[in-house]
Antibody
Framework: QVQFVQSGAEVKKPGASVKVSCKAS????????LHWVRQAPGQGLEWMGW????????RYPQKFQGRVSITRDTSANTVYMELSSLRSDDTAIYYC??????????????WGPGTLVTVSS | TVMTQSPLSLPVTPGEPASISCKSS???????????LHWYLQKPGQSPQLLIY???NRASGVPDRFSGSGSGTDFTLKISRVEAEDVGVYYC?????????FGQGTRLEI
């Protein structure tokens, strides 16, 4: 079955960078896009970007341009999300989620368990 | 694309129906005929789970008491008979326009 294992919780200082991993299993890794979504404490969901696991093409919201980078390692079936210049309002749970395609593709058919990133001085 | 959900809080009685509205600031209907609007439920302490994709299609394993409808800019999620396990926050999300965007969430409470 489709499963994701995300890296463990992180505590970072303002201005630092964090790299969160999401290891996939149970399907052909390069066949589906993966998204990153975050959720600040008590808040809603926010889309951070997307990677085509096959081609490596990425798309990011303007809000995160220059600060976020999503990459993948096809040999390890793993996607990474790196966020730089961290601020306190980057404190959140970061989720990876996979597309599914029944005709068109749609996001979030499968989700990882989330990784808590805390930014604090 | 701004996604606006209503209500933001929805108290319900088990066995009664419930309905959540989601309106988008741009049409989510692609020329293919598909609406790129999806519904998710996030139960307390859990990751989101997909309920409805492309406007009206139930995801695998989702009970048939959940249904999605609408087209263009106006969409609705309906629960025919609410059960205690349906508690959580419901989000709509659009994936036609970049950036993909979520609604604010609707908290369903028993």
């Amino acid at each position: 079955q489709v499963q994701f294992v995300q890296s463990g919780a992180e505590v970072k200082k303002p201005g630092a960078s964090v790299k969160v991993s999401c290891k996939a299993s149970g399907y052909t890794f390069s066949s589906y896009a993966l998204h990153w979504v975050r959720q600040a404490p008590g808040q809603g969901l926010e889309w951070m970007g997307w990677i085509n696991a096959g081609s490596g093409d990425t798309r990011y919201p303007q809000k995160f341009q220059g600060r976020v980078s999503i990459t993948r390692d096809t040999s390890a079936n793993t996607v990474y999300m790196e966020l730089s210049s961290l601020r306190s309002d980057d404190t959140a749970i970061y989720y990876c989620g996979r597309d599914d395609c029944v005709g068109p593709c749609y996001p979030g058919a499968y989700w990882g368990p989330g990784t808590l990133v805390t930014v604090s001085s | 694309t701004v996604m606006t959900q209503s209500p933001l809080s929805l108290p319900v009685t088990p066995g009664e129906p419930a309905s959540i509205s989601c309106k988008s600031s741009q049409s989510l209907l692609q020329t293919s005929g598909y609406n790129y609007l999806h519904w998710y439920l996030q139960k307390p302490g859990q990751s989101p789970q997909l309920l409805i994709y492309l406007g009206s299609n139930r995801a695998s394993g989702v009970p048939d008491r959940f249904s999605g409808s609408g087209s263009g800019t106006d969409f609705t999620l309906k629960i025919s008979r609410v059960e205690a396990e349906d508690v959580g926050v419901y989000y709509c999300m659009q994936s036609l326009h970049t950036p993909m965007t979520f609604g604010q969430g609707t908290r369903l409470e028993i």
